[in-house]
């Protein structure tokens, strides 16, 4: 692991990635024309293609490299008994206090223990009020009738509907320990304060992981998934002087948890979590086990021995993963001195896999035949890459266009192309430009996206 930063020396901030990210068509404020939405986002057209796009990476990671992992979609509405053996109805708290005099509401493990413990408020000084416990759940009710028989939650995390399937997947796909449940979905939390733009939100999604181990070896596999996690954000290329573990001491650890780390980014904000990786040991199976009646050993068919499995799980949140990816590519790059705007361009190093835009297309002119030329070029190449297309303005300014919405190539069409076949291949990260030929240009784009390096 490389020597990390203390503090965020990035060209990027909050405010510049919210205001870019609608600029530009990724995330907008969910009911904006009433006010909006608290706590709520919608992803706007290269925003899910970038959400897809980090799904489908996590996903191939997941599944599609490991033979022992296999996939899941559990519906988001369980039975309340669930989440009752599961701890949320009782342990799923955050503890709250408000002032009385501004009327602001604080998670009280977030604010100063000074002010805390003489319940100043820390926004205008104001009285606290005692602390109370705050249930993250949204409850709401199944049928006609709004009574305690026909409670049922939004689901607060994915990995309860993993747990109530593992047997089901175990018989019907033949599985033997050790093998994993990968699921990617919605989770809702009734967060006390939803702050720094889609860091902390009301609805999100998940990616996580149960990987189902014998006990004595949880040990073991925790640390080999470490390994493989770590590895997955060096993959995506990601800055690794921004990443760093921490361990959950004492005073962390959730009520199920032997062990647990996360993977934290530093963010513009600071350091913060980016995916956890826990020891849940047995916890899971054994209450669902004792709550629903149901027998959820795991038998070993060679040796006929029964165990409760021991549990590994990566978890990591897919929205908060596009937001790291969103301040890790962000950058200001001077590359003119005319002393105007024009000497400085932004662009988004987004790794070619994740890009929301592979490959735009751009006829130098709109006459003379180029325009066409260029929509059949980006015919050939949209079966394989998502492309855009763009003829309005001068060229400089397309390539800054694209270089803002994170799109490592363009491909340039201009009267040479239509004498000998050529293009202009140029690269978003350096702005260099090679000829390529017509013919040869789908197999250069693979090749470039499968041995893409990140030089900045």
């Known amino acids: 692991m490389s020597d990390v930063l203390n503090e965020y020396q990035g060209p990027a901030s909050m405010d510049k990635i919210s205001s870019l990210a609608k600029r530009r068509g990724f995330i907008f404020q969910s009911s904006e024309i009433y006010g909006g939405q608290s706590g709520a986002w919608d992803y706007g057209p290269l925003g899910i293609e970038l959400k897809n796009r980090i799904m489908g990476f996590w996903w191939k990671e997941m599944t599609q490299l490991h033979d022992d992992i296999v996939g899941l979609d559990a519906a988001i509405l369980m039975h309340s008994r669930v989440w009752e053996a599961s701890g949320h109805v009782e342990n799923f708290t955050d503890p709250l206090v408000d002032c009385k005099k501004c009327k602001s509401r604080f998670r009280a493990d977030q604010i100063p223990e000074e002010n805390l413990a003489g319940k100043k408020c820390p926004d205008c000084g104001g ?16 049928g006609a ?50 702050k720094n733009f889609i860091f902390r939100s009301r ?15 949880d040990e073991e596999w925790f640390n080999e998934w470490k390994k493989r996690r770590w590895a997955f954000y060096e993959k995506l290329g990601v800055k690794i002087d921004h990443l760093r573990w921490h361990q959950h001491g004492p005073d962390e650890l959730a009520h199920y948890a032997r062990d647990a780390y996360d993977i934290q980014y530093l963010f513009p904000m600071g350091w913060n979590e980016l995916e ?21 050993q795991y038998i070993d068919q060679e040796t006929n021995e029964r165990y409760i499995p021991f549990i590994v799980e990566t978890s990591a949140g897919l929205t908060r993963t596009l937001l790291m990816l969103l301040c890790d590519a962000y950058d200001e790059e001077k590359v003119a001195d005319k002393g105007n705007d024009d000497d400085w361009r932004t662009v988004l190093r987004f790794h070619p896999a994740i890009a929301p835009i592979t490959v ?19 015919n050939e190449l949209k079966e394989d890459f998502a492309t855009d297309y763009d003829q309005g303005g001068a060229i400089g300014r397309r390539y800054r266009r694209q270089d803002e919405a994170g799109t490592p190539f363009c491909v340039t069409i201009d009267y040479e192309s239509k004498d000998n076949g050529s293009v202009t291949l140029r690269f978003r990260d350096s702005m260099e430009q090679v000829r390529v030929n017509r013919a040869e240009l789908a197999e250069r784009l693979r090749k470039e996206i499968k041995g893409y390096k990140r030089i900045k």
Not at 127 to 140: I, Q
Not at 203 to 217: A, R
């Open 127 to 142: 009285e606290l009020t005692d602390v109370r416990k705050f249930n993250l759940m949204f409850k709401s009710h199944i």
């Open 203 to 217: 609805e999100f999604e998940q990616m996580e992981m149960q990987f189902f181990v014998k006990p004595g070896t």
């Open 276 to 296: 956890g990786i826990h020891n849940r040991t047995d916890y899971d199976l054994s209450r669902h086990s004792q709550f629903s009646g149901k027998d959820l």
């Open 360 to 378: 735009a297309v751009l006829p130098l002119m709109k006459k003379d035949g180029l325009a066409e030329l260029a929509e059949d070029i980006r």
């Open 145 to 194: 009738l709004e009574d305690e028989a026909n409670i049922v939650y939004l689901r607060p995390e994915t990995a309860q509907g993993i747990y109530v399937n593992y047997k089901n997947i175990i018989q019907s796909n033949r599985m033997k320990i050790p093998f994993g449940i990968a699921q990617v979905g919605k989770a809702f939390r009734n967060e006390i304060v939803t």
